[in-house]
């Protein structure tokens, strides 16, 4: 209240004021000096205040973006360059495998060659349609199965191989079938040994001979040649498909790509006269 009358009052008044004005000054001065001092400290205060308010924000930001980087780096080091299949279709194998699963005419003027693996889900999806086009396309395509399991799936090359066992009493396919429409349930299996040995008696086979056959080498050289293979033409993901010895490009491995290339094989192969 006495500043706010001495600010208000008549210099007369002020001159008959008890408080000294060098007083009245100082204090100005202080308040002065104070405002110039704390005015900073504020700004800087607040400053700080803000950063750490959004310094989380920026962190989770920077997480992001490294996040998105090393999965785009990932997904470009997942990127495989393929090469043809050479026309003799040779690849060194050991103690000579046999010829490759064919569904469909073995003498159809496409073929299709996929190398899958069976604990793969989009190679799930592809048997399914790879049927379909047998029937579809009735003696003029062939599908070829390779078997390409991957090292992170744990159960696939197991798989493979009572693929293979079940191929040696000539029931591949009933067993390839199988493996893709049961992934679900033996991918997830504690044992899937035992899963495989139950699919075996289900579709006929001699479990005996087919244990045999699991143990054995001629069931896992098979898979060994497929997998030689298929590292020889630069393949490391599944489903990777070729039709007539080339390579089924990325954005064509979808229903309508896959026919629009095998429309095309078999169009040059009757402009071929073939």
Wanted: hydrophobic share 40%; proline share 6%.
């Amino acid at each position: 209240m006495l500043l706010k009358n001495l600010f208000w009052s008549t210099p007369k008044r002020l001159d008959r004021a008890p408080i000294d004005s060098k007083l009245i000054r100082q204090w100005l001065d202080r308040n002065a000096a104070c405002h110039l001092t704390t005015e900073p400290l504020r700004r800087t205060f607040f400053a700080r205040s803000s950063m750490k308010r959004f310094l989380p924000f920026v962190i989770v930001g920077i997480v992001a973006i490294a996040t998105l980087g090393s999965g785009a780096m990932l997904y470009h080091s997942k990127r495989q360059s393929l090469v043809a299949i050479p026309a003799n279709k040779d690849v060194p194998v050991a103690n000579g495998a046999e010829s490759p699963h064919i569904r469909g005419n073995p003498d159809a003027q496409v073929t299709l060659e996929e190398f899958g693996d069976f604990q793969c889900p989009p190679c799930g999806s592809f048997a399914g349609f790879a049927e379909e086009l047998v029937k579809e396309y009735d003696s003029r395509v062939r599908v070829v199965f390779r078997n390409f399991p991957l090292s992170g799936h744990e159960h696939a090359r197991e798989a493979a191989i009572a693929a293979e066992a079940a191929g040696i009493q000539g029931k591949f396919w009933e067993m390839h079938d199988t493996l893709y429409r049961e992934q679900a349930s033996w991918s997830k299996a504690p044992n899937p040994r035992e899963v495989f040995e139950s699919y075996a008696g289900t579709i006929g086979l001699d479990i005996a001979q087919f244990r045999k056959d699991m143990d054995g080498e001629k069931a896992k050289e098979r898979v060994d040649s497929d997998k030689a293979r298929g590292e020889s033409l630069g393949i490391k993901l599944t489903p990777s498909l070729y039709i007539n010895n080339q390579p089924v490009e990325q954005k064509d491995r979808n229903p309508e790509g896959v026919r629009a290339q095998i429309n095309s094989a078999l169009e040059q192969k009757s402009k071929s006269g073939a």
